[in-house]
């Protein structure tokens, strides 16, 4: 039972370097997520999507950017990295209406230099 | 806006002793409510969760009550074990909105 699954689990960039965070998940579900992790912030929602084609901006969206081609992958990309940017990241999918479980990846920690 | 606060931790009790992190929500309408669990090195898992008013969700002997009158979705267990030791997170979700909040590291002592 692959899940949610992230890549890379770390991550050091030098600011201004760009990369891509990598989310795929094989439960077939609409909605998918990513969130940041930062020290007594919890987690904050940085992008989300409904449905391939669909994205939309959370509470924290500058500086990232996401698409959604696939039901399966959900990118994020860092055009630019900045030092704020370091954090821990974590890809999430949710199941059906009605329940409201999100599934978690295991999240990638990067480092902005 | 939607947001929660939840006790600023960290918390160490001893082996059953009990536990209660306390979780208050501030949001339009009746959201869904959640406890996420954290264990070192992965990603949060879901604990337990209620989807209206004075319902009360459990799992693995945790314990969590709806109260919508005091806007609060504590989490308790009579008798902790040292393999609860992890971070625990409150969240809430209204449509496409989930809010979590800050966490709260638990360490349990043999």
């Known amino acids: ?113 | 806006g939607n947001s929660v606060t939840q006790m600023e931790g960290p918390v160490t009790l001893s082996e059953e002793a009990f536990l209660t992190i306390n979780c208050t929500y501030t949001a339009t309408g009746y959201p869904s409510l959640f406890w996420y669990v954290q264990y070192p090195g992965e990603g949060l898992q879901l604990l337990l969760k209620a989807t209206k008013a004075d319902d009360k969700g459990s799992n693995k002997g945790f314990e969590a009550t709806y109260r919508k009158e005091t806007t609060s979705f504590h989490l308790e267990k009579g008798s902790v074990q040292v393999s609860d030791s992890a971070v625990y997170f409150c969240a809430l979700r209204r449509d496409n909105d989930m809010r979590f909040g800050a966490g709260t590291r638990l360490t349990v002592k043999p």
């Not at chain 1, 929602?45 to 959604?68: C, F, K």
């Not at chain 1, 704020?84 to 890809?91: D, E, G, L």
Request: charged share 15%.
């Open chain 1, 1 to 113: 039972n692959a899940g949610v699954t992230q890549t890379p689990k770390f991550q050091v960039l030098k600011t201004g370097q760009s990369m891509t965070l990598q989310c795929a998940q094989d439960m077939n579900h609409e909605y998918m997520s990513w969130y940041r992790q930062d020290p007594g912030m919890g987690l904050r929602l940085i992008h989300y999507s409904v449905g391939a084609g669909i994205t939309d901006q959370g509470e924290v969206p500058n500086g990232y950017n996401v698409s959604r081609s696939t039901t399966e992958d959900f990118p994020l990309r860092l055009l630019s990295a900045a030092p704020s940017q370091t954090s821990v990241y974590f890809c999430a999918s949710r199941s059906p209406p009605g329940t409201g479980e999100l599934f978690f990846g295991e999240g990638s920690r990067l480092t902005v230099l």
